[in-house]
């Protein structure tokens, strides 16, 4: 077997073993009822009883995490990416530094990131774009003249992409743009001849040809699974997104996280344009891959406008400030400096990273490590699909008001066993083992349409129950759920009246002479 | 050839201190000694990049360029709540979905203007700069 096949291999086994504790995001068990972790566990379950995304079930992520704690194909995909995007890492490493020490080190100090600060959930999820956009930069570097076969494969693999992970595949298209602008730029030495632009469309054209091609499976699996008129809807759902989940962006910029990737991404933009306007021009593969790198931060940060992700991003950060530093090391070595003091600098500025600078965790720390009862978990996850009952029973045990408003409800006469829940408590739906509706909460019904299919479905399910939580002022973003969900109180108000109040809950009962 | 000497010189120096200043803030627990110390950290690892920025012969472009920026970030701080106060509220009718900027009548665009100047600034700064050395009749010889 050829030596570089064989090294990737042992690294992958290396890496897989290393990320075993991501097996334990297959099935989480989720410590509090917030409602973000309810709609989780409601999508869990909806997957379980075979309700489709896009057609049953609102789920903007993609196939691939909805169906990965059901079907061991989609679980060990899920489960696999993070060790490949550890290797994509890696190579990338050992290309930019053509250094073993430094290779090395960086890696520990990335892996040590994931592991402390990042989380492997949320390294699989943005390290995906991530790692696209330097495969981007790696080949745009490489491949003077791409031919038309590599850029076709490249949009039919963006194209793939979109319904496994739905945010990665869309931007993979943003991404090629700008790196196809990028590179005709610096190739031209900033002089853009008409041929060159004659190329650039044509390079755009083929791509965007992949990525129809791309997309053809999706769109059989729309049609084949009878989703194909529940897509538009969906898509106008997505872009109503933006405009109700925007928050206030800049009163929370002060935190370690935000001004930690801002501040890089600031500095390695100043760099390159440096470069571009006063330096030599001459585009190495670390000026390909900090222009992969702003391009994927510059994406996400556009998502970190409108909802803060602040914490996630920052291992992006510390990428693009591990190829300044790659630049940083090339000039003090030039000035005399030795290896050893600038390896020194090097560990200094990751301890000052990983320890004092105050970055915030986004999972434990210990979670991140493989125990034999993880494992254990995970492999029973599969064999006996028990996540969400597993789930279930630790809510109860935690929280004796939902029996205790099962028994209530169980006590009434002709009891369908169908509840709604206002504002959004997505729990009751699973412990009555009903067919939940479209939206799991008020939140993601926020647009008047969606209100009104929510209104629809409690008129088709012909549900007489609903439970209104009085303590839940606001799900999200501190907007009375009152006001967010306006349409749907209304209705709710004039053809439903308070029967009793059981704990945090009071009980609306169907006005039987309406 | 006496600058890289220097340089080496007192390399030495320099990563002693940052080390023992990096140790510290790893035993420290006070979190007002900690913050002071942090800031000598980042003193300490930014000094070789401002070093080399000051030995550099586009210093006089670079510092400029930080400083305009530094500028642009004191600006918008400062008159954050009167462009906030001046950028219309979302429309909201009886057909809007009523989210944070609905409800608190904060402009939805403002956050991504003021992101887009900040990051389009070196672009913007680095061509005036161009311009202006353009614009400058170059300087004859003496022969």
Not at chain 1, 92 to 117: C, G, H, M, R, Y
Not at chain 1, 215 to 221: A, G, H, N
């Amino acid at each position: 077997m050829n030596k570089k096949i064989l090294k990737c291999l042992s690294l992958g086994v290396l890496f897989s073993l290393l990320s075993l504790g991501n097996l334990k995001s297959l099935c989480k068990i989720y410590p509090t009822l917030g409602s973000d972790n309810q709609a989780l566990l409601l999508w869990k379950y909806a997957a379980g009883i075979g309700l489709l995304p896009i057609k049953d079930i609102f789920y903007p992520y993609g196939l691939l995490s909805y169906y990965s704690g059901q079907n061991v194909i989609f679980g060990l995909i899920y489960f696999l990416i993070t060790p490949a995007l550890f290797l994509c890492i890696f190579l990338t490493f050992q290309k930019l530094f053509k250094d073993k020490l430094f290779t090395i080190a960086s890696f520990i100090v990335f892996f040590l990131f994931i592991t402390i600060i990042t989380g492997f959930e949320t390294f699989t999820r943005y390290g995906s774009i991530t790692a696209l956009s330097i495969l981007f930069a790696y080949i745009f570097y490489s491949n003077k003249n791409k031919s038309q076969k590599i850029i076709i494969a490249l949009g039919v693999l963006g194209g793939i992409i979109v319904p496994l992970i739905n945010d990665v595949g869309i931007y993979a298209l943003v991404i090629f743009v700008s790196f196809s602008v990028s590179n005709k730029l610096l190739r031209s030495k900033f002089r853009l001849q008409a041929s060159q632009l004659v190329s650039l469309l044509k390079e755009l054209v083929l791509f965007i040809l992949g990525y129809l091609l791309g997309l053809v499976p999706f769109f059989i699996y729309l049609a084949f699974t009878q989703s194909l008129s529940g897509f538009i809807p969906y898509l106008i759902s997505i872009s109503e997104l933006a405009q109700f989940a925007k928050t206030a962006f800049f009163h929370s910029i002060f935190t370690a996280d935000n001004l930690f990737t801002l501040t890089i991404l600031m500095i390695a933009i100043i760099r390159l344009c440096y470069k571009f306007f006063f330096g030599d021009k001459k585009a190495s593969f670390a000026t390909y891959l900090q222009i992969g790198l702003i391009i994927v931060l510059l994406l996400l940060e556009q998502k970190s406008i409108i909802r803060l992700i602040d914490m996630q991003l920052t291992f992006i950060g510390l990428l693009l400030l591990l190829t300044l530093l790659y630049e940083l090391k090339l000039s003090l070595q030039k000035y005399g400096v030795s290896k050893f003091i600038v390896f020194i600098y090097f560990i200094n500025i990751s301890i000052i990273i990983l320890f004092v600078i105050g970055l915030h965790p986004s999972d434990k720390f210990m979670n991140q490590y493989p125990t034999p009862g993880r494992i254990i978990s995970a492999v029973k996850i599969f064999r006996n699909k028990s996540c969400v009952e597993d789930n279930m029973k630790f809510i109860i045990s935690k929280n004796k008001q939902l029996p205790g408003i099962k028994k209530q409800l169980y006590s009434r006469k002709n009891f369908n066993k169908k509840v709604f829940t206002f504002p959004g408590e997505p729990i009751f739906y699973i412990m009555f083992g009903q067919k939940p509706p479209y939206y799991p909460t008020i939140y993601e019904a926020t647009p008047i349409k969606a209100q009104k299919e929510l209104i629809t479905y409690i008129q088709k399910e012909n549900i007489d129950v609903i439970l209104y939580n009085v303590k839940t002022r606001s799900i999200q973003d501190e907007v009375p759920d009152t006001v967010r969900g306006r349409l749907l109180y209304e209705y709710i108000r004039s053809n439903y009246s308070v029967e009793r109040k059981v704990g945090n809950y009071l009980i609306f009962i169907k006005n039987r002479n309406k | 050839m006496k600058l890289k000497k220097a340089i080496a010189k007192k390399a030495g120096i320099y990563i002693f201190l940052l080390s023992l200043l990096t140790a510290v803030n790893l035993i420290n627990s006070n979190i007002i000694i900690g913050k002071i110390l942090l800031v000598f950290v980042f003193f300490l690892v930014l000094l070789p990049l401002t070093y080399i920025i000051f030995i550099s012969r586009h210093k006089n472009i670079i510092v400029p360029t930080v400083l305009f920026i530094l500028f642009l970030l004191g600006a918008f701080a400062l008159s954050f709540r009167k462009l906030r106060d001046v950028m219309p509220d979302p429309a909201v009718n009886a057909e809007t979905s009523i989210g944070y900027a609905q409800y608190f009548g904060y402009p939805l665009y403002l956050d991504s203007i003021i992101f887009f100047i900040l990051i389009i600034s070196p672009v913007l700064f680095f061509t005036f700069i161009k311009l202006i050395q353009k614009s400058k009749p170059p300087v004859k010889k003496i022969k």
